[in-house]
């Protein structure tokens, strides 16, 4: 499934452009599959993330080159539409690991 999210035009003197991810496991950390984002600097857009499933977890933002710490990125829950923390996303990406993955992850505690 292809999700689409509009955005809104802004000041591209202030403002980066808008992205978006789907945010995926690997090696106990969330890494960024990333979407692309069709518009002109400035202008309104629209961010597309391809191969979406009811579950995956997707981050969107957009820096602010003026004040930094209003930068962070917000993370959604596909099929709620809720915002979810960067920590409720860890724990939701950890318990989604294959069964292969968490044999391997078991292995790995008892290893010496």
């Known amino acids: 499934m292809t999700l689409e999210r509009k955005t809104r035009a802004y000041n591209d003197r202030r403002y980066g452009r808008p ?10 950390k969330m890494e960024p599959i990333w979407g692309t984002w ?14 979406m499933e009811p579950g995956d977890i997707y981050m969107q933002g957009q820096r602010d080159n003026r004040k930094m710490r209003n930068s962070a990125p917000n993370y959604y829950l596909l099929g709620t539409d809720g915002a979810v923390t960067k920590a409720e996303a860890y724990k939701l990406l950890s318990t989604q690991l294959s069964p292969e993955a968490k044999h391997y992850e078991e292995l790995a505690n008892y290893a010496i």
């Open 19 to 28: 992205y978006i991810a789907k945010m995926v496991l690997a090696n106990n």
């Open 38 to 51: 069709t518009g002109q600097n400035g202008t309104e857009g629209l961010l597309i993330l391809d191969n």
